[in-house]
């Protein structure tokens, strides 16, 4: 008997300045749907409806506006940016549909409409300032492109170091694209911060790397860096030396150490190369459809009520670990990871939380008084536990 | 003193800074409805333009944080903001532009006439409010005078503190003036000046 096809909105961008993560998002709904498709476990199909907003802020509206209309779907899975997100969220709660949206972003919003898969604040910016404040410096430099994502992402770093008694030494904002780094470098080898936390995203991000990498070299400088978004297929195009020893926050890693994970690389690999790597936003892109898919089965329906009941805490063993929809807020319990990019385009999980952490769009529970009175910070990593952070195994 | 009511729009001169064509058409179109006139000015351009506004209803999401531009807004017309992220950074600086009323977006026909009104309002309060700081100010500057002239009259007199200052101020209300005026004048020739009676 043929299983009945529900249409599936995919809106991602194939062209425009964050075409390369976006073309990994899709290629892994695409791998998930296939999944579903051939599994005896579903009982319906998912037909791909693709749109290609090519990264122009407006094209997102229309995009969905269209796949809503003229495709008659109820669920769209996409958006990279918030900008593209806030212009989709509009359309969908006015027609009452669901936007699966992969991408960690900076908070503050919580639509009904919308199932964030991506980290909250919480989980991903906060345990990687605490990381610093315990075991690197509470003196920081800032750099990152002009955008919401750094200026919110800056804000939280200011707020936290500053209550344990830190300060930031400077921020400085490139615009989005820009990859003039040499004076922003320059000033960091003259000043020598104890570390840098680099918001950049993209291409300015690679040029900022590769030329502090050089400089410090030169300089025999060793400058510890954070990130919050580096993900693997960037430490190849950002280059072999200047890309190891960044220390990232993300709820994923290619190198998670566990069946489920072990798994949905090999299928990866076998589908994408081998010398293809997975990303965060990947690997939530193919959790984005699965979730779906699972609350669709446990609904009975793809209808968007049904379906938003049924995805709440309903636990999906996933290759990120376990992760389910806090129905609070729409956002995903998920486990936040520290790690240390190395050779290979690899990183090296060094830290991850306990459980999966609740979603805190807000930060309603961020304690800042309490972290201006954790203990002084000591230089012993990796070897002292602090009451925030624990050390892999 | 007629002030003009915040419910009377007609006339009025909205400067909109603006940059999503979707929205701009719905403020557009609403403006034209309430006869408002309408100039628009291009977010990124260096500078907001000179010509005078009643008021000016700004795109809080397309001018970059860190930027020397939001500085240029301060102290124009009242500022309707409109509001898409809704991150403390953002709204910090949003706050340091004292917007005298806002809009969330997605925009919609409904709610841009509330907004005007409460930032005419509030625009309209925010100078009286400055005219009554700026006289109790005075007032505070001139104590010093009015306890030289109490002092004065106390001694030319011979009463009471409380008595000289009725005595003043029943003299300045005679004299129709205030009671700083009368000390200054008190002070200035030694003693209570002896002017025909106006009433």
Redesign the interface.
Known sequence: MKKPSIPLGLVFSQSGPYAMMAGEMRKSALMAIDEINQSDQFDFVFAPRLRDPAGVV?AY?SACDELIRGEHVDHIVGCYT?ASR?QV??IVERTERLLWHPARY????SSDNVIYVGAAPNQHVVPLVLHMLDHISGEVFCIGS???WT??T??VVREIVTSAGGRVLA?R?LELGETAVDHIVKEIIERKPPVVFNTLVGESSYSFMRALHQAATRANLTIPMLSCSLCEPELKLIGSSASVGCITSSAYFESIDGAENRAFVARWKTRHGADSNLSVDALSTYVCVMLLARAIRRAGSADVGAVRRAAANHRYDSPQGPIWVDPDNNHCFLTPRLARSVPGCQFDIFWEADAPERPDPYLSNLDLAAIGTRPEKSNDTMTRQSTHLRVVK | MTRPSPFSVRGRRALMVMRDEREISIVRRQLNRLGMTISEHDPNEASPPDEAVDVIVLDADTIPIKSDLAAAWKTRAPIVALIGTETPSRLKWLLDLQPASFLVKPLRSAGLYTALVVAFDSAQRRIDDAARIERLEDRIRSRRVVFAAVLQTMRGHGLSEADAFTLIRQTAMRHRTTVEQLSAEIVAIGGMPNRTRTA
């Open positions: 407006a509206h918030s806030k969220i509009p900076e908070g503050f919003e002009n955008y919401v200026w919110e800056n804000r921020e904002l």
